[in-house]
């Protein structure tokens, strides 16, 4: 979900009130780039340490006529510099007596008798910890501002045809303070709260929204869970720091700083009374996720007062050119600190060229009024504030004038007026309506949308050319009840098929919730053991363009189905449901659902008809939604999913029906591993008591597409597998690079490496083989059936390679041994 948002921005992508700006190049005296020197304005704290490419940029509201530049091996230097120097080329000479000690940039600054070292032991030393997870109880005032900025404008960009009619958007150019280049205001949201917190018994945080304004795009909820996503809360301290769900080094590691940074203790100055040390780091290799900037540090308590992290560009991440964050801290006493301003700009970009015109996505937030002796019950925070309330968005001029921690510049103060008049105009609203239907893939009309056009075509070998057209209500992103419908038709079964399903949700608190739909349609079961009995949810595998091997096994479907859900606690649903359905061969020339009714007469039934309940628990522990309407979007897909469902299926109540009662448990949970990427990892089990035909038993999900598909088995076919008790695992770990930023000839490629286990034991009984009647022989992993993978992700960006193996059953004939499986996405 963040990601298509990031692309759809791309797609639709100076007036300076500091008093001196510089911005140029640092060169050796052949030439040559020295990156990572530090330049500051003489008599400030104020710097910058230069890019992989020796260039810089630095500004001040303050005026300063010189700047000093050092770097260890060459004379530090210092240049006369103007109000506005930004075309600077700075010549370092070198020092003949440090060449011995210091190999520039890609050689590591000597360990012993390095004062940057010492100073770093000591900060590691105070287990520094922040203060409001060391009181039993806290509170604090929070102002959050949250922006996105087309930049990199120029003349080019304005007198483009694509803003013609929109030039008044150009009298809010500004300039971005980090990169120096002129940035267009399209979003700005503002938002105070108020936290509290108690740590005796386990954390318990409780956040509530008092006041939120915001202006920009209409849909604005998605931006903003797309910005709150991508910057998370993350610690200095900590040995990593997560951003865009990757693991950076913290420059401050105590585990992997000293081995993947060079220090140098550059400069020493009071910061609020207090003498500090600075101290300028930089990677000691590229492509790794790593920062390089300075941080200053207190001579005594040894507590981070300021840092600055910028993002080396040669780190393997996707569509992101810069990243830069700055904190500060008050420092409360010897081991205890608060956080007071937190900084983090990145510029989203679909290249990382100087010259690329991409999207700056900013925010600030920052802390007050520290409280650490109000008591709060339990059942305080249990509670949680109605943030749909209206009064929280209405607030006047005078609130926010008087809540904000820090005053919006003069930019900023106009960004609402231009942003409001901006989408009044019809050329705007065009292109608005385009990107939505490009992110959501429904055409909007007046209460209803017609999609999705990306289901429109597909193709399987019973239907053949198979078109499909569908339609939903549509009054806002908070409708409280949706009704649904589609209607396909297949080119070679000729046949209509359709799906038609309602939502009503009675309370928004507690997401009392209930259904009903029905749908008659053509698909291929058995390609997920864990299942629900969703009326419009259909298979990938039932209508690919691209498969392999027979795919005539797909079974034609009645469902009818009727639920009510709640949500007594946040992302904990209970649901308990009903249904009816009938399945049947939808080839049966090929293909069988026969089971014996009569064996001994030879009577066999080719239908099948049931009707079932169920009940089942979800939990999504710190799943992120957006709105609170009946149907939510999901702001990302990394987070822990915990699924428990029973059915029971009635006999006697149809024609052909089974008494049974079946039994799942699925679980997923995505793993962060420091600096070596992430996993994911799925297990699944689950059991089927009674006598059930093949249509209702657990098939072992085969991949028969020559896409990579999560949870199914590359090597194995359709029905290949078949059983009534079993447990699966899945594990698939990507390094994000780890392994080939090392390597010489691979590390510029971005090249990402993947690795995949899966495995699955499972078993029938000897009654439900004898009710089989199909054409289909029941084979159970009674052995456990396993696979393995290697990958390589991240080839152009945008597509993966997978190479499986089969780890046993390869006695068996015409079975696949290996194979080949790509797979598309969009990931940072």
Request: with cysteine.
């Amino acid at each position: 979900m963040k990601i298509k948002i990031f692309l759809l921005f791309l797609i639709i992508t100076t007036t300076s009130f500091s008093q001196v700006k510089i911005k140029g190049a640092i060169i050796d005296e052949h030439n040559e780039s020295v990156p990572f020197a530090n330049v500051v304005f003489v008599g400030s704290t104020i710097g910058t340490v230069s890019d992989e490419n020796g260039k810089f940029y630095l500004e001040s509201d303050k005026t300063y006529t010189k700047a000093e530049v050092s770097f260890l091996g060459f004379k530090t230097k210092i240049v006369p510099v103007k109000r506005r120097d930004l075309n600077l080329t700075i010549q370092l000479k070198e020092e003949a007596d440090q060449l011995k000690e210091v190999v520039i940039y890609s050689g590591k600054v000597k360990k012993k008798g390095n004062p940057a070292i010492a100073i770093l032991k000591k900060i590691w030393a105070k287990k520094r910890q922040n203060g409001v997870y060391l009181f039993p109880q806290f509170q604090y005032d929070k102002y959050e501002k949250l922006e996105f900025d087309m930049n990199n404008v120029d003349s080019a960009m304005m007198k483009s045809k694509f803003f013609k009619g929109l030039e008044f958007v150009f009298k809010s150019i500004d300039t971005s303070k980090i990169t120096g280049k002129a940035f267009l205001p399209i979003f700005i949201n503002e938002s105070v709260y108020k936290t509290y917190g108690k740590n005796k018994g386990g954390l318990k945080v409780r956040e509530d929204l008092v006041a939120n304004k915001n202006s920009g795009f209409e849909s604005n909820q998605n931006v903003i869970a797309f910005i709150k996503d991508l910057y998370v809360e993350y610690n200095i301290y900590s040995n990593y720091i997560k951003i865009f769900d990757k693991s950076f080094v913290s420059p401050i590691s105590k585990i992997s700083g000293v081995s993947t940074y060079n220090y140098v203790l550059s400069d020493s100055a009071f910061i609020d009374n207090k003498w500090c040390y600075n101290i300028v780091y930089y990677p000691r290799r590229k492509n790794e996720l790593t920062f390089k900037g300075d941080f200053w540090v207190n001579d005594t308590t040894f507590a981070v007062k300021e840092i600055n992290m910028q993002a080396t560009r040669s780190a393997n991440i996707n569509w992101v050119k810069d990243i830069y964050i700055e904190q500060e801290f008050n420092v409360v006493n010897d081991s205890v600190f608060l956080l007071k301003k937190d900084y983090m700009m990145s510029d989203f970009s679909l290249n990382k060229k100087d010259k690329a015109k991409g999207v700056y996505g900013r925010r600030t937030t920052m802390y007050k009024n520290y409280n650490f002796n109000t008591v709060k019950s339990n059942s305080f925070y249990t509670k949680k504030a109605d943030v749909f309330d209206e009064k929280i968005y209405h607030k006047k001029d005078d609130y926010w004038a008087a809540n904000r921690q820090e005053k919006l510049n003069k930019t900023e103060s106009g960004i609402y007026k231009m942003l409001d008049t901006l989408v009044t105009v019809p050329k705007f609203k065009h292109i608005y309506n385009l990107i939505s239907i490009l992110g959501s893939g429904y055409i909007g009309f007046k209460n209803f949308d017609y999609g999705p056009i990306y289901s429109t075509f597909g193709k399987n070998d019973v239907e053949g050319l198979r078109i499909r057209t569908g339609i939903r209500t549509y009054f806002g992103e908070n409708d409280l009840w949706r009704l649904q419908a589609y209607t396909a038709y297949g080119f070679k079964d000729n046949q209509f098929k359709y799906g038609v399903s309602g939502k009503w949700m009675f309370n928004y608190k507690n997401r009392f919730t209930i259904g009903l739909g029905n749908r008659r349609d053509i698909e291929q079961i058995g390609v997920s053991l864990t299942t629900t009995n969703d009326v419009l949810g259909r298979s990938f595998a039932s209508s690919s363009f691209f498969a392999s091997g027979d795919n005539s096994k797909l079974t034609s479907i009645n469902l009818t189905s009727a639920f009510a859900s709640i949500e007594p606690k946040h992302n904990l649903k209970f649901q308990i449901g009903s249904s009816y359905r009938t399945l049947k061969s939808a080839s049966p020339q090929t293909f069988s659902l026969d089971y014996w009714k009569d064996k001994a007469n030879n009577i066999k039934a080719s239908n099948i008809a049931q009707v079932e309940a169920d009940i089942s628990i979800k939990y999504t522990p710190d799943r992120k939604t957006i709105g609170f309407g009946v149907e939510r979007n999901e702001v990302t897909d990394t987070y822990a999913t915990f699924f428990l469902n029973y059915e029971h299926g009635f006999k006697g109540i149809t024609t052909n029906d089974f008494n049974y009662d079946k039994v799942q448990l699925y679980y997923r949970q995505p793993i962060l591993i420091g600096g070596f990427g992430r996993m994911f990892t799925t297990f699944e089990v689950g059991k089927t008591f009674g006598e059930v035909p093949l249509g209702l038993l657990n098939v072992v999900p085969g991949n028969q597409s020559y896409f990579t598909i999560e949870n199914t088995y590359a090597l194995l076919d359709y029905y290949e597998f078949i059983t009534d008790t079993y447990a699966s695992v899945h594990i698939d770990h990507n390094f994000n690079g780890r392994i080939f930023s090392r390597i010489p000839l691979l590390k510029k490629l971005n090249l990402r490496e993947l690795v995949g286990f899966k495995a699955v034991v499972g078993s029938i009984s000897d009654k439900n083989k004898a009710l089989n009647a199909s054409n289909i022989n029941y084979v159970a992993p009674t052995k456990a059936y396993y696979e393995y993978s290697v990958g390589i992700g991240n080839i152009l960006k945008v597509f993966r390679i997978d190479f499986s193996w089969r780890g046993n059953y390869k006695n068996i004939p015409g079975v696949n041994k290996f194979a080949i499986k790509g797979a598309f996405g969009f990931y940072f």
